[in-house]
């Protein structure tokens, strides 16, 4: 039997622990998301990129958020798991309307990070994105569900401003977002362990670290303080590689 979303909600947040990460393999699909289910882990995260990719669609909202949602239904219809969804930097809907949506389809969970691709690819100002965050928490607290918020920064993406004070301003960033009422924060990239232990160290609440599941080895980040686990689009990078090796085979 399928769980209510609230307490779907609850058990994502309550897998958000420093030293002991969740890893939310990233999906895209059905298939994947089954494939993650059956390996047996305990929730899921539905990434923009191979989302995009499996449409033929680009990242960076090309798909439009009817689009996604029809593509999370069938994710959720597949597996019983709490599931979330990255939405990018919202798709130009009002919190309310990305909250009704999410729930609609069952996802407990999402991503929401400070570019806007709906403006040209512009970086929100810190509290322009912390105020965002904040209408999200009041929809989904309307709502009934303690929608679990990864509030992102692309600081480090977009290589914004002096190298040497990146990590200040996206915990700056990050720290605006959580007092606003996010529940985990992203300082997306692949950071090395140096970085990564003191954005740990210096944000307030859990940090998902990226990783490369083909690469990366596992139990380097419970050492870090890494509290959740994503891979972003290099699962799919990843199984793509290894079709493109057996195609090969039989070109």
Same mark, same amino acid.
């Given at each position: 039997?399928?769980?209510?979303?609230?307490? !779907?909600?609850? $058990?994502?947040?309550?897998?958000? !622990?420093?030293?002991?990460?969740?890893? *939310?393999?990233?999906?895209?699909?059905?298939?994947?998301?089954?494939?993650?289910?059956?390996?047996?882990?305990?929730?899921? /995260?539905?990434? %923009?990129?191979?989302?995009?990719?499996?449409? =033929?669609?680009?990242?960076?909202?090309?798909?439009?958020?009817?689009?996604? #949602?029809?593509?999370?239904?069938? +994710?959720?219809?597949?597996?019983?798991?709490?599931?979330?969804? &990255? +939405?990018?930097?919202?798709?130009?809907?009002?919190?309310?309307?990305?909250?009704?949506?999410?729930?609609?389809?069952?996802?407990? =969970?999402?991503? +929401?990070?400070?570019?806007?691709?709906?403006?040209?690819?512009?970086?929100? %100002?810190?509290?322009?994105?912390?105020?965002?965050?904040?209408?999200?928490?009041?929809?989904?607290?309307?709502?009934?569900?303690? $929608?679990?918020?990864?509030?992102?920064?692309?600081?480090?993406?977009? !290589?914004?401003? &002096?190298?040497?004070?990146?990590?200040?301003?996206?915990?700056?960033?990050? /720290?605006?977002?959580?007092?606003?009422?996010?529940?985990? *924060?992203?300082?997306?990239?692949?950071?090395?362990?140096?970085?990564?232990?003191?954005?740990?160290?210096?944000?307030?609440?859990?940090?998902?670290?990226?990783? $490369?599941? &083909?690469? &990366?080895?596992?139990?380097?980040?419970?050492?870090?303080?890494?509290?959740? +686990?994503?891979?972003?689009?290099?699962? !799919?990078?990843? *199984?793509?590689?290894?079709?493109?090796?057996? #195609?090969?085979?039989?070109?």
């Amino acid at each position: 039997m399928a769980q209510e979303p609230a307490e !779907q909600a609850r $058990m994502l947040l309550q897998l958000h !622990q420093p030293g002991n990460p969740v890893v *939310l393999p990233t999906v895209w699909d059905a298939w994947s998301a089954k494939l993650a289910a059956d390996a047996g882990f305990a929730a899921l /995260t539905v990434g %923009s990129h191979p989302l995009g990719d499996s449409v =033929g669609k680009p990242d960076s909202e090309g798909m439009s958020f009817d689009d996604v #949602l029809a593509r999370v239904a069938q +994710i959720t219809a597949a597996v019983d798991l709490p599931v979330s969804v &990255d +939405i990018e930097s919202g798709y130009g809907q009002a919190p309310p309307r990305l909250i009704e949506g999410l729930l609609s389809v069952g996802a407990v =969970g999402l991503n +929401i990070e400070d570019t806007v691709h709906s403006e040209g690819g512009r970086l929100r %100002s810190s509290g322009e994105h912390a105020e965002l965050v904040g209408a999200l928490r009041v929809a989904a607290d309307a709502a009934g569900v303690h $929608m679990v918020i990864n509030a992102r920064t692309d600081v480090f993406l977009r !290589q914004e401003g &002096d190298p040497a004070g990146r990590v200040d301003v996206a915990v700056a960033r990050l /720290t605006e977002a959580a007092q606003a009422g996010a529940d985990v *924060l992203y300082p997306v990239a692949r950071h090395d362990p140096d970085t990564l232990r003191r954005l740990v160290s210096e944000l307030p609440l859990p940090v998902n670290a990226i990783a $490369m599941p &083909d690469r &990366d080895e596992p139990a380097m980040f419970a050492p870090l303080g890494v509290a959740r +686990i994503s891979f972003g689009p290099f699962l !799919q990078f990843a *199984l793509s590689a290894r079709a493109n090796e057996l #195609l090969a085979r039989w070109q």
